[in-house]
C-alpha cells in the first residue's frame, strides 16, 4: 500500500509543518539575528589583528602579575569587607521589605486577591525593573558618595526581585495547616505565622542566600558611580590602567563570591535535614 492510500491517520508526519506557527517564529528570529549582525559595526578583522594580540598578550601579562604590596592590600582587606558588609546588609533589608510586600502581594487559599494586591505588585515590578546601577545614581543626590548609596541601591532593587519570588513562595505553599487552623476560626496573621511560614521559610532563606550571592557581583558594578567597596576601586585603578592592581581587585571578588557561595551551600544543607 503507497502512502496516498494510507489512512490520514496512519501516514508520517512530515519534519516539518509550514503552517505552524512555531516554525514561522524561529524563522522571524533567525532574521533578527542576522540583521543584529549586519547592523553591527563588527570590525573582526581588526580584532584579530596581530597589532591587537600583542596588545592583548600585554595587557594579560599585567593581569596575571597582581600586586601584592602590604600597604595595597590593607586598603584591599578593607574594601573587601565593605563590599560584604553592602550586600549582606542591603540583601537583609531587601529580604525584610519583600517579605512584608509579599503578604499583600499574593493571593488567599481561596484565590482571593487582596486590596492591596494590584498597588504592592506594581511597586514590586517598579523596585526590580530599576537596576542597581540606576538606583545608585538616582541615590547620589540625596545619600552623596559612600557604601550607603551602595547599599541601599542593592536593597531596593533586590526588595523587587525577593517580594515577587516571596509571593510566589506564599502562594503555593501547600495549604493542608493553614485550612485546619482557617476552619477552627483562627486569624489569618496566626496562620500564616504558625501554618505558612514554616513550611515556606526553606524556600525563603534560599532566595534571600542566592540574592546575597548576585548582590556580591552586583556591588562592584556600582563603584562606577561611587558606590564605595571594591567595586570604586576597582573603576578607580581601570580609569588608570593600572592592571596590577585591577588584579588583585578581581582576585578579591573571586574569593567574595567564592566564600559566599560555599556559606549558601553550608546553610542549604543545615536547612536541609
Keep these: 500500500m503507497t502512502r496516498a492510500h494510507l489512512p490520514v491517520h496512519a501516514r508520517p508526519r512530515p519534519p516539518i509543518r509550514w503552517n505552524s506557527s512555531i516554525y514561522w517564529v524561529l524563522i522571524g528570529i533567525a532574521v533578527l539575528i542576522a540583521l543584529s549582525f549586519w547592523t553591527l559595526d563588527l570590525q573582526l578583522a581588526r580584532m584579530l589583528s596581530i597589532d591587537s594580540a600583542v596588545r592583548m598578550g600585554k595587557f ?21 569587607l565593605e563590599t560584604l558588609a553592602m550586600s549582606a546588609l542591603g540583601s537583609l533589608i531587601a529580604a525584610g521589605l519583600g517579605l512584608l510586600l509579599a503578604l499583600p502581594a499574593s493571593k488567599t487559599t481561596n484565590g482571593v486577591k487582596s486590596a492591596w494586591y494590584s498597588i504592592t505588585r506594581l511597586l514590586l515590578n517598579a523596585f526590580r525593573s530599576i537596576p542597581e546601577l540606576v538606583w545608585a545614581a538616582l541615590l547620589l543626590i540625596s545619600a552623596g558618595l559612600g557604601p550607603f548609596v551602595g547599599t541601599l541601591a542593592l536593597a531596593l532593587h533586590t526588595t523587587g526581585v525577593l517580594g515577587r519570588l ?3 513562595a506564599i502562594e503555593n505553599a501547600p495549604q493542608g495547616a493553614a485550612q485546619a487552623l482557617r476552619i477552627q476560626g483562627v486569624n489569618e496573621g496566626r496562620i500564616f505565622l504558625f501554618a505558612t511560614l514554616p513550611t515556606v521559610l526553606p524556600q525563603l532563606v534560599s532566595y534571600s542566600l542566592y540574592r546575597w550571592e548576585n548582590n556580591i557581583r552586583a556591588a562592584a558594578v556600582l563603584g562606577v558611580v561611587g558606590g564605595g567597596g571594591l567595586g570604586q576601586m576597582l573603576a578607580f585603578h581601570m580609569g588608570l590602567f593600572q592592571m596590577r592592581e585591577t588584579s588583585s581587585i578581581l582576585i578579591a571578588m573571586i574569593i567574595l563570591v567564592v566564600l559566599v557561595d560555599a556559606l549558601s551551600y553550608v546553610a542549604r544543607r543545615l536547612m536541609s535535614r
Design 60 to 80: 594579560l601579562g599585567e593581569l596575571l602579575s597582581p600586586n601584592l604590596d602590604p600597604k595595597f592590600l590593607s586598603k584591599l582587606g578593607i574594601a573587601s
Design 166 to 168: 516571596f509571593a510566589e
